[in-house]
């Protein structure tokens, strides 16, 4: 159908990949490892080329054939990579995660626009696809003012194990990174941000409850930017098993999150790196998982409480973790509307501007990723 590159060929990137030569893409990965670009090239029957997104002038001649590119690199590579898709022509999605990146990326729109290309950052789950459901929630109650806005979501090991009721699904720095931030909200109709790792609540689940919520940075994208003035309240938290979030409060606490190399005997070491660490070595992975979310909006406005609102549970396939599929598969999603011109408007935007739940939620469906109407 089109031209597209998959730079990075980790869990994320593996199956965007897949789902995108599944619909029909000319597909070719790239990565620095040529080893891993090689094997799931060969695995998918695709093209793979070497390229080094800390290197980004060298992308270009990557990117120039192509359409469009899915960026599942590092965070901190990202207005890079972005920067070089605009130089060559094509249309850029990514998975987001930091909002100073992402503020950055959306920099580019000016000269997204004069290129006819999309930039569009934070295409993965959160920020991402319950994003998109929030917007969602909010156009479903019409025009006024919206009380409140909530997102809760969390991917999680369907059997706990450890203190931390938590398995290492993807990189730990994008982990930590999330708990290191601070979180945008809207509070009384203004933008401002609280600590992360705080305000946590009970949340109740039917098969997979109680869990705890706790506020983590850019699992909200644009939202609160988009919406100051009309929505007086509004926050994203992520989910767990209870216990996670005191613990790593802790660790906040004392400085295990700090970035600064500190001397320790001979060796020289940021705190942060050795926790890193520790969670690489120790924490356990690959076992089944269950990605949950919640959306919701609130307003009393005509003399009556309305609510509009979503849910999702998506569980191991077989084949990708749920994690891997609610990450991917909504950034697959978009790239295929780009391509067929459903989602035309260059320029860049977080995927919550960029989409509406009615033209995304069909191409999910496909995969079995289903949101369903869930309210408070």
């Given amino acids: 159908m089109t031209g597209t590159v998959v730079l990075g060929t980790g869990i994320v990137g593996r199956a965007a990949a897949w789902d995108l030569v599944r619909r029909g893409h000319g597909v070719v990965v790239a990565d620095a490892d040529r080893t891993a670009a090689a094997a799931l090239a060969a695995e998918l029957g695709v093209a793979w080329e070497h390229a080094d997104a800390a290197r980004p002038e ?18 901190r590579l990202g207005l890079g990579v972005a920067s070089a898709a605009v130089d060559a022509g094509t249309h850029y999605l990514d998975f987001g995660g930091n ?12 000269a997204a626009r004069r290129a006819g290309v999309a930039v569009i950052p934070d295409c993965g789950l ?3 696809f319950a994003n998109v459901l929030a917007e969602a929630d909010i156009a479903a109650l019409g025009g006024g003012p919206i009380e409140r806005v909530a997102l809760r979501v969390g991917a999680l090991p369907a059997e706990p194990t450890g203190a931390l009721g938590y398995q290492l699904a993807f990189s730990p720095e994008g982990l930590i990174n999330e708990y290191a931030e601070p979180c945008e ?7 401002t941000t609280v600590e992360p790792l705080t305000e946590l609540e009970q949340v109740e689940w039917d098969d997979w409850g109680p869990l705890e919520a706790f506020h983590t940075a850019g699992g909200s994208s644009a939202l609160a930017r988009r919406w100051e003035g009309r929505v007086a ?14 613990i790593f409060r802790a660790l906040y ?88 011109s459903v989602v035309d408007a260059p320029g860049a935007r977080t995927m919550g501007a ?12 496909q995969l079995g990723l289903t949101a369903v109407p869930w309210v408070p």
């Fill in 354 to 365: 960029a989409v509406a739940a009615d033209d995304l939620l069909p191409e999910l469906a």
């Fill in 99 to 110: 909002p100073a990146v992402v503020a950055e990326q959306l920099a580019l729109d000016e």
């Fill in 126 to 128: 959160a920020p991402g």
């Fill in 253 to 340: 606490e004392i400085g295990m999150f700090d970035e600064a190399p500190r001397r320790y005997g001979e060796a020289t070491v940021s705190r942060r790196a050795v926790l890193l660490e520790a969670l690489r070595s120790e924490l356990p992975a690959g076992a089944p998982d269950v990605v949950l979310v919640r959306t919701w909006a609130e307003t009393g406005g005509s003399g009556r409480r309305r609510t509009a609102g979503h849910q999702v549970v998506d569980r191991h396939d077989g084949r990708f973790s749920a994690l891997a599929r609610t990450t991917a598969f909504p950034a697959t999603a978009l790239a295929d509307l780009i391509a067929r």
């Fill in 185 to 191: 909200v809207l509070r009384d109709g203004r933008l």
């Fill in 233 to 246: 309240h509004l926050d994203y938290k992520t989910l767990r098993y209870p216990g996670h979030g005191s």
């Fill in 58 to 75: 060298t992308l270009l001649e990557l990117l120039r054939p192509a359409d469009l590119i899915v960026s599942a690199v590092p965070y």
